[in-house]
């Protein structure tokens, strides 16, 4: 009616969950103007996933608040296997680190939900003003917000300036929102649960008419869906959007408690694993607090698909537990959260229409919560899109980059899926009574097939497919039918080079070693120098620089990275958090960076460089209201109080050779090249190919 109120937005984000969160922080770090709304009257408190894995703390960590999680959660450095003896009764009978050693900084970790929900919302909180949107107050989620139309104008897809997605929201009032049992028992989360009915019909029908409720109309560039396992925005894009794979669901039963128990599976354990012929499996996370955690397969209450929610009980789901670990005994005083879910293992067929709306998180996967993955693989979907978005809304990136996103995560998506039907088999399956029994699993496949998933599971084994943004040879066995059209810019040539840097593998995360700051002697792992701001970074291995022609190598590069890549390449605005240094209002950059940001490692002796006298002005850049930057020059070398960090080692750079290693906005290595000037023009193109280069 002409009475709607109508506006417009760049981003509309539907859904405040782990996915929904990643990417407002995202644009608001961005300074993109952006919504993100959600059906429910508050955040998570407690319960719900919990665990981090090693990439997603890097990932946090790197928008400045995976030091929080960090100190707060308890981190998971051993397993152990318990199994039932001749007598049936449970031992332990194996035992196996949790992490890979020397990997990351940063090993699994717990710590539920509603804690990140928190620290989101503080980093969020900390991206503004932002001198891309100064007028912008910090975003906020609306609550008892639902959407009740969605349509794609696909003629005006491809216009820059259009604003083609038009949606519908409903604003409730909060006792249309609030589940009743919400209100009777906090720590029951059966209310969020995909057991209880699909609440959205049932508010909207209820909300028909209120003289409270309104609506109004959202005209926004890009829509994300990131509503959880029922995606209303998954169904409102029509019947292609589907589900695909297995058919079965399990239920889980869920409790958070503190046990008091004569099992002694109390510290040395980290994470305990029993399964049991007769009694079914279950997963014991020790977590903050004396809390644990139990994961329980409830096999007696999935009937031929159908679930019979009124026999699930938190009494139902505990004896259950007790069984299992049955003949000692196990009671609680204390129950932090409970639930209980119900789970297949399915991915989405299309993670987007037009490129114009997305799909992120259990929109488009859904999987056992055994590995732990849920949460940080939907955080990683809105962490691969958020940059995406962000540049292509600013400009700064041709629209034709946002088809990476469905060929990236749905890979990604594909192999979770694969990888937990695998270990579903191995965690819910027999057994094994002797070695003639060959339908059993014995404890060496399972300890095996264990410590080969943790490149898998902590997140630092995701390799992405060749594209614009990965130069790289197809390797054909990883892709999938349907994402062949999408990938192009496969580089064949590229392959020879990739020796430069063998530990630097295009489509992987740049990893973290330690180097020493050139100006001040301050010891950093390169991560710490790569904060989410949107920034591309150029790394140069450039060699033992106290060597004239190493120096005079890099020199040239720095003269024509200045009037090339630099030159054309557009300028980013960073808002305060973005660039904690030059943030603020009162000390702020004079001119924004340019979006590529070039770094130096060298290798030479750190007393034998001087950075303002030696080195080109693209590695000290120049602000007329800031100054000389010195935080762009790192020597890989013995530092004062930590040792040596062997970056060119780690990264597999030949000191003699050097390297040129591109990595993208999100830690993903874009181009690995030799040093020398006749891959320079490989560079360029790189960038020509992801940037609109002036
Ligand atoms: P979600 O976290 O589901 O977030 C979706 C958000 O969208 C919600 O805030 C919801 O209110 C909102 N929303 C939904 N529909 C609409 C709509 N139409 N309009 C507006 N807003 C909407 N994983 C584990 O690893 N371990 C666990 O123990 C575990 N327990 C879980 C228990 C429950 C009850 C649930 C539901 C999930 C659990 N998971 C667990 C899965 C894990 O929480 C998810 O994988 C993860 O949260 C996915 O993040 P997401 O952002 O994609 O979706």
Known sequence: SNSTPTSEV???????????????LWMSRLGIKTRIVDKRTDKVFSGQADGFQARTLEILDSFGIGERVWKESNHLIEVSF????????????????????????????VLHQGRMEAFFLDAIAASYPHPADPAGSPLKVERMVLPTSLEVDEAAAEDDDAHPVTVTLRHLTEDEATPTQRLSNLSDGLFRSNLADDDVGAMLAQSKGGADVWEEVVKAKYVVGCDGAHSWTRKALGPKYEMKGEMTDYVWGVMDIVPITDFRMCLPVQVLMTFAASNGSLMIIPRENRLIRMYIQLTEVSTGGRVDRSTITHEMIFKAAQKIISPYKLEYHYCDWWTAYQIGQRVGSHFSKCDRVFLAGDAVHTHSPKAGQGMNVSMSDAYNLGWKIGLVTKKIMPRKILSTYELERKQIAN??????????????????????????VSMEEFSKAFNMSHMFTSGLGVNYSPSALVSKPPEEALLLESDKEVQNEGNPAAKSKLSA?????PGMRFPSYQVVEQADARPWTLHHKMASNGRFRLWVFGGDISQAAALKRVNALGARLEKGVLARAPRIELGPAANPFAGTARFRLDQPPSVVDVMLVHCAPRGEVELLRDLHAVYHPFDAKL???YDKVFADGESYTEGHGHAYEGYGVNPEKGAIVVVRPDGYVGLVTELGEENWGEVEKWFEGVLRMA
């Not at 840097?501 to 593998?505: E, F, G, M, S, V």
């Open 627 to 629: 100054g000389w930057d």
């Open 415 to 440: 192999e979770l899926i694969e990888f937990d039907h695998k270990f579903s088999r191995l965690f819910s399956g027999r057994p094994q009574k002797d070695i003639l029994d060959e339908t059993g």
């Open 10 to 24: 760049d981003v509309l984000i539907i859904g405040a969950g782990p996915a929904g969160f990643m990417m407002a």
């Open 501 to 505: 840097a063998t530990n630097c593998k």
């Open 82 to 109: 318990w199994n039932p003896d001749s007598n049936g009764v449970i031992k332990r009978n194996g035992r196996a680190p949790d992490n890979i050693s020397g990997m990351s900084r940063f090993t699994e970790a």
